[in-house]
């Protein structure tokens, strides 16, 4: 399966097949973001998941999938571009019509901890990330 051959079957997946099967992905999205920040905070963890996020981490399934794989399976790569397709389309609010932007922005890790210093998201607990306790660190080396 060739590169065109990929994103041939992400066209259709995406723009048709699943569309008459399932509905817009956006609904699809929203549908699993929602189910899965209900488990999320059920289990005592204070996240939102975005219809984006779902179609991201999606991504990352199959990746992990692919990883394991006996046998490499073309509907693995066809299926990444098209939830690829999809998170582009949610994540920049582009509607499949128009064109341009319609949609507000949603803010990226909305309940994640920020670095104190830059700003960067940070591992859960943590006040300063990598790079700034690097270079405090050389700071307090200098004479």
């Excluded at 008459?20 to 939102?48: H, N």
């Excluded at 999938?65 to 490499?72: E, I, N, W």
């Excluded at 803010?107 to 700003?119: F, H, L, M, S, W």
């Amino acid at each position: 399966m060739n590169r065109e051959d990929i994103l041939k079957g992400a066209h259709t997946c995406v723009c048709t097949d699943r569309n008459r099967q399932y509905g817009e992905p956006e609904d699809s999205f929203k549908a699993i973001a929602d189910t899965w920040t209900g488990y999320l905070r059920a289990k005592g963890y204070d996240i939102t998941i975005t219809p984006t996020d779902a179609a991201l981490m999606l991504i990352e399934f199959k990746i992990a999938r692919s990883l394991t794989a006996k046998v490499q399976k073309p509907d693995t790569f066809v299926d990444i571009a098209g939830y690829a397709a999809c998170a582009g389309e949610l994540a920049t609010g582009r509607d499949a019509v128009s064109g341009p932007e319609t949609a507000t922005p949603v803010p990226r890790y909305e309940n994640a901890d920020t670095c104190v210093c830059c700003g960067d998201v940070i591992p859960e607990g943590r006040h300063i990330c990598i790079n700034c306790m690097r270079k405090e660190s050389e700071l307090e080396e200098l004479p």
